[in-house]
């Protein structure tokens, strides 16, 4: 079974862009998430999906906006881009809601803005 | 004060050794507690999940639940060198994942 997987892998972007992220969930899993790690923070949560809603989100400003298709596969942009948003991004997907599933991550994008 | 809280470490113990990790969590409605190790350049992977109070045994890994002292441990024991990484404690309080900055783990040969 394939796993989650993450596109682009590496992304170099200036400040005032924006980005959009792709993931694409194990088959069958209906849940995605978003991460956001860095070196200082850890891992911080950004939002959920699940059946195309978002079910739950973090303490995130609004340039930061997600979406899921029907197929699951899921959308991360950012907007108006800085420098403090230099991260790896990770997705995890789900079965159902991820409270109470195991969560798979992909390998991440690695968001560099300069 | 941090939702979830971690010693950082780095922690070093001999090959064959138990490893004991702690976090602490801040939110009393928390739900769900998660371990995930992490190795250097790789994704997080998760080892434990557990849901109420006490002890789940899975393999060399045993994670242990408190709720009323807002304490979640793990215990790794026969540590073995590939067990180095960085570990995450995770918990979520029914609307969002709050992870831990992760212990360094280092299994001395």
């Known amino acids: 079974k394939a796993g989650v997987t993450q596109t682009p892998r590496y992304l170099i972007k200036t400040r005032g862009q924006q980005v959009t992220l792709s993931c694409s969930p194990i088959s069958g899993h209906r849940s995605v998430s978003w991460y956001q790690q860095t070196p200082g923070q850890g891992l911080q949560f950004l939002f959920e999906?699940?059946?195309?809603?978002?079910?739950n989100k973090g303490n995130f400003p609004g340039r930061f906006s997600g979406r899921q298709f029907s197929n699951s596969r899921s959308e991360m942009n950012v907007s108006t881009l800085e420098l403090g948003d230099s991260a790896l991004y990770l997705c995890?997907?789900?079965?159902?809601?991820?409270?109470?599933?195991?969560?798979?991550f992909g390998p991440g994008t690695r968001l560099t803005v300069l | 004060q941090k939702e979830v809280e971690q010693n950082s470490g780095p922690l070093s113990v001999p090959e064959g050794a138990i490893a004991s990790l702690n976090c602490t969590y801040s939110d009393r409605g928390s739900q769900s507690f998660f371990w995930y190790r992490q190795y250097s350049g790789k994704s997080p992977e998760l080892i434990m999940s557990?849901?109420?109070?006490g002890d789940k045994e899975d393999g060399r890994f045993t994670a242990q639940l408190n709720k009323a002292s807002q304490y979640v441990s793990l215990l790794i024991r026969d540590s073995q060198p590939s067990d180095s990484a960085t570990y995450l404690c995770a918990v979520n309080n029914g609307n969002q994942f709050y992870f831990g900055t992760g212990t360094s783990l280092t299994v001395i040969p």
């Open positions: 995890a997907s789900s079965l159902a809601s991820a409270l109470y599933n195991e969560q798979f």
């Open positions: 999906y699940f059946s195309e809603t978002q079910r």
């Open positions: 557990i849901y109420s109070n």
